[in-house]
């Protein structure tokens, strides 16, 4: 679909975003695109706009044969989702922020824009202003991509860049992120890594192709991070982040994860600090590239939903290129991972669970091993999950994993 004319657009949400959209619409004519009904929860809240754009009514906008285009920035993924699919079995464009209901709902959003011919913009919904997926779709679909890896999260790493460099408890950073408005009231999804997994989720199909669910990548969160894994991380000149990873480790496999890392200096990501968020694409012909930015926040996350707007005007539709390239790529636990294990107690750690042991410490207060794993031993450790313990992943995965890389080549 071509747009001709004026983007005439129904704009479900007016919060922060919402309302710096609204705002910028005015102020820029050129980009001929114009509110024409805004679709709120809470009709008594005062707000910075004409009282008669407001309504409480979903349908006067999906149903609005004159709107075109539908952004939708509510919280609410369930009704996200009504709002999206309804929009698209209309034909209407629809530019979205809601990464847990793409996430939930990848499979079908991509039939409902093949079955409607219309197009479904969500920049914004992985990393904020940083373009990540539109990266992927135009600039990485010949070369032979060898893995994506980031930051992805900005409250995490907030709270993370004040435990490894102020040596914050976790309590007190995440107490501080929220306080600052870059934590939720309830953190759960944030800390648990959960809003990781809905990003990298997304971000598999445009590098690879693979269509997934959230609960098909291995996922652990910060809350079980203790006071000494700063310490030996900075002993070892490190830095904790969580990170989204996918990286091909054969022909088809393809590896799938977040979790808390050890980062080293030479890495990009080891500078990523505060609520920003980093991306390192790693290809066979381009070596790496570095994307950086703020994920989160009224203007960089305006900035994209303004890019996907914008894009609209020329019909603009992600192709999917990577699902068309006949290689069936699909989500592997068959590789291997270096990790760091710290606990309470020796006892609760399986040794047999490692392929090879590279170090073990033991003193009063606190213990730790570290060693090679395969990710298919890890994921079913019992020991994993144990709230006393925690597990971080090294950067430099070691001997046995470069040389599943190796076998690439």
Same mark, same amino acid.
């Given at each position: ?151 992805? =999260? ?50 598999? =199909? ?204």
């Amino acid at each position: 679909m071509t747009y001709e004319k004026k983007l005439v657009i129904g704009l479900f949400g007016f919060g922060v975003v919402g309302e710096g959209i609204y705002r910028v619409l005015k102020q820029t004519p050129t980009l001929q695109a114009a509110i024409k009904r805004i679709c709120i929860k809470h009709p008594d809240k005062k707000r910075n706009a004409p009282a008669e754009l407001f309504t409480t009514d979903a349908d006067l906008l999906l149903n609005d044969p004159e709107i075109n285009v539908v952004v939708e920035l509510i919280d609410d993924a369930e009704a996200a989702w009504h709002i999206v699919s309804t929009s698209l079995g209309s034909g209407k464009a629809v530019v979205s922020a809601n990464k847990k209901m793409i996430a939930a709902h990848l499979a079908e959003l991509l039939q409902l824009q093949v079955d409607n011919r219309t197009s479904f913009l969500y920049e914004a919904a992985v990393c904020g202003s940083i373009p990540v997926i539109r990266n992927l779709e135009e600039y990485y679909d010949n070369d032979m991509l060898n893995s994506v890896t980031g930051i992805i =999260n900005g409250s995490t790493n907030y709270i993370l860049t004040r435990m490894n460099e102020d040596g914050m408890a976790y309590d007190d950073a995440l107490k501080l992120a929220q306080e600052l408005g870059f934590a939720e009231t309830d953190p759960s999804l944030d800390v648990q890594g959960t809003d990781a997994a809905n990003k990298l989720t997304i971000i598999l =199909n445009h590098a690879y192709g693979i269509i997934s669910k959230p609960e098909d990548i291995m996922c652990k969160g910060i809350t079980q991070l203790h006071p000494t894994d700063s310490v030996y991380a900075k002993e070892k000149g490190y830095s904790i982040k969580l990170v989204a990873r996918a990286n091909r480790v054969n022909h088809t496999d393809v590896a799938a994860y977040v979790l808390p890392t050890f980062i080293g200096p030479r890495s990009q990501l080891f500078n990523v600090r505060f609520e920003y968020n980093g991306v390192i694409i790693g290809t066979r012909l381009a070596d790496e590239q570095f994307i950086y930015g703020k994920g989160a926040g009224r203007y960089p996350t305006s900035s994209a939903v303004l890019s996907d707007i914008a894009a609209l005007r020329y019909g603009y539709k992600y192709e999917y290129k990577k699902a068309r390239t006949g290689v069936d790529y699909q989500i592997s636990t068959d590789h291997v991972l270096r990790i760091y294990v710290s606990c309470e107690n020796m006892a609760d750690i399986n040794r047999l669970d490692f392929i090879a042991i590279d170090e073990t410490y033991i003193s009063q207060n606190r213990k730790y091993i570290t060693g090679t794993i395969s990710f298919d031993k890890l994921r079913k450790a019992a020991w994993l999950n144990n709230p006393d313990n925690s597990v971080i992943v090294f950067a430099e995965a070691g001997p046995a994993a470069d040389h599943q890389l190796e076998e690439l080549e």
